[in-house]
């Protein structure tokens, strides 16, 4: 079965870094569109950035030139590097994937069928 395991979560101070990783097994890992999602203390869970088959990008507004996702088909393994984090990029960040949709519009988190169990991202 499809089993994602996300890693690299931490504490960092405003302006810092992170990187964090998505072990991935059970299924194709190439043919799938893979992502990260991330839900904060009170708000809705929101998309952070997907990556399709293609290796076409998509992210939200909110990252752009701050995040950048990417992927390595030989380890199957998914990556989300994080720049000059913000308090307001606190969330338990969430790695997904799907073999049909690939976006991070508002709502896209109920087209993913696949989910890990998160990593906690906390910038103070």
């Known amino acids: 079965h499809v089993q994602l395991v996300e890693s690299g979560g931490g504490s960092v101070q405003a302006g810092g870094s992170l990187r964090l990783s998505c072990a991935a097994s059970?299924?194709?890992?190439?043919?799938?569109?893979m992502g990260w999602f991330r839900q904060a203390p009170g708000k809705e869970r929101e998309g952070v950035a997907a990556?399709?088959?293609?290796?076409?990008?998509s992210y939200a507004d909110s990252v752009k030139g701050q995040f950048t996702i990417s992927k390595d088909n030989a380890k199957n393994t998914l990556y989300l590097q994080m720049n000059s984090l913000k308090p307001e990029d606190t969330a338990l960040y969430y790695c997904?994937?799907?073999?049909?949709?690939?976006?991070?519009?508002?709502?896209?988190?109920?087209?993913?069928?696949?989910w890990g169990q998160g990593t906690q991202v906390t910038v103070s």
């Open positions: 059970g299924y194709t890992y190439s043919s799938y569109c």
């Open positions: 990556i399709d088959s293609d290796g076409s990008t």
């Open positions: 997904v994937a799907d073999l049909v949709w690939c976006t991070v519009v508002p709502g896209a988190d109920q087209k993913f069928d696949y």
